[in-house]
């Protein structure tokens, strides 16, 4: 199992900035695709962004290309989330998730089997 602890998350005004983290920790970080999802209030979760265990793929859902930029150092155990031009349906609750040496599907929940617990993104208008 892989532990992971989101951090980041606060109030911003549209247009701002926030970095995302995901420290990860109990097994080696290298071998995990890492995703972030969201859940808005009163919505399903939905995927954000994830990024490939092997080549350091990106991949992005279409409401946040070009504003964000998913990210990894495997050095430090860590993903991140770098969110750009928020806007304020950007607001939800973002979740990474971990997935050991998947290279497909990345945009899909059942793929991860290693949640954070979230942090809360609130962007007001």
């Known amino acids: 199992q892989v532990q992971l602890v989101e951090s980041g998350g606060g109030l911003v005004q549209t247009g701002g900035s926030l970095r995302l983290s995901c420290a990860a920790s109990?097994?080696?970080?290298?071998?995990?695709?890492m995703g972030w999802f969201r859940r808005a209030p009163g919505k399903e979760r939905d995927f954000v962004a994830a990024?490939?265990?092997?080549?350091?793929?990106?991949y992005y859902a279409d409401s946040v290309k070009g504003r964000f930029t998913i990210s990894r150092d495997n050095a430090k155990n860590t993903v991140y989330l770098q969110m750009n031009s928020l806007k304020p349906e950007d607001t939800a609750l973002y979740y990474c998730a971990a997935a050991f040496r998947r290279a497909t599907g990345l945009a899909l929940e059942v793929s991860y089997r290693n949640w954070g617990q979230g942090t809360q993104v609130t962007v007001s208008s």
């Open positions: 990024i490939s265990w092997s080549t350091g793929t990106p």
């Open positions: 109990g097994r080696t970080f290298s071998n995990y695709a």
